[in-house]
């Protein structure tokens, strides 16, 4: 399994990720340097495919039904992955 933070609003997003990656000895993905989430997540999914993960857990911004703009997000997010 591997994990791609690809939540780029939140504040600390990067690093509890890596935090709770590294305490469960799992591979990490992400990029404190992009802001483009699509692209974080497309970057991350292709490098663990590359590496033959089964399992590719992609962490976004969480969502609330009055942000059009990131549903939007997460729908380019989904074209961007494939997700299945």
């Known amino acids: 399994?591997?994990?791609v933070c690809a939540d780029t609003f939140r504040a600390g997003a990067f690093e509890q990720l890596k935090q709770n990656s590294a305490k469960i000895k799992c591979p990490?993905?992400?990029n404190r340097?992009?802001?483009?989430p699509?692209?974080?997540a497309e970057e991350g999914v292709a490098f663990f495919r590359k590496q033959k993960y089964e399992i590719i857990i992609v962490d976004?911004?969480?969502r609330h039904k009055q942000e059009t703009a990131l549903f939007d997000e997460m729908k380019?997010?989904?074209?961007?992955?494939?997700?299945?």
């Open 1 to 3: 399994m591997g994990l």
């Open 28 to 30: 990490f993905f992400g």
């Open 33 to 36: 340097k992009e802001t483009d």
């Open 38 to 40: 699509v692209k974080i």
């Open 60 to 62: 976004t911004s969480g």
């Open 76 to 84: 380019q997010v989904q074209a961007a992955i494939n997700p299945d």
